[in-house]
């Protein structure tokens, strides 16, 4: 598959095959995707926490409760450190959640390459997600996504999306 045709075909999932878990080679690579994403002066200011034994699922169960998202065999929590993000001097702004959000981005596109659906999450509850990973003061949760076969009850539909002119602006 070319990066474009990835990119397109790549959706959040809901469904999972419960009964299959990820060898543990794909998602290492997938993770590995993360680690060579790029960061603000190459801060790396994460830490990705991969959840699959039933144990800390259901911990981490309890912060975001949807059937759906159980189904999954794994999670995977991406978790940041502001201390250790770049700063803008001119006006404080922050890079963690950029450096975040690419670090995301590369992980889900991976495991759509390896056939392995996705769902990125923001909707948790932060203090039950915070005590079951039993994070730093200085740590947070950014995002979490199930990882998982899709099930074959997927519903699909087309992406919609705003027009190239609608979104594009060449000066």
Request: proline content about 4%; hydrophobic content about 40%; aromatic content about 10%.
């Amino acid at each position: 598959m070319n990066f474009y045709d990835l990119v397109k075909s790549r959706v959040s999932n809901r469904s999972y095959i419960t009964d299959k878990k990820v060898p543990d080679e794909i998602l290492d690579r997938i993770l590995t995707a993360g680690i060579y994403a790029p960061s603000a002066t190459n801060g790396q200011p994460w830490k990705f926490i991969l959840i699959s034994s039933q144990d800390a699922l259901d911990k981490v169960h309890q912060a975001y409760n949807r059937d759906w998202f159980k189904e999954a065999p794994h999670v995977l929590a991406v978790v940041g450190n502001k201390d250790s993000a770049w700063v803008r001097k001119y006006d404080g702004y922050n890079s963690v959640e950029t450096d975040l959000t690419i670090a995301m981005d590369h992980m889900i596109l991976a495991a759509e390459y390896e056939g392995i659906g996705t769902c990125w999450i923001a909707a948790f509850k932060p203090d039950i997600l915070r005590a079951a990973l039993q994070l730093k003061e200085n740590e947070v949760v950014f995002t979490i996504t199930p990882l998982g076969y899709k099930s074959e009850n997927v519903v699909t539909s087309e992406k919609r999306r705003k027009s190239f002119d609608e979104v594009v602006v060449k000066l």
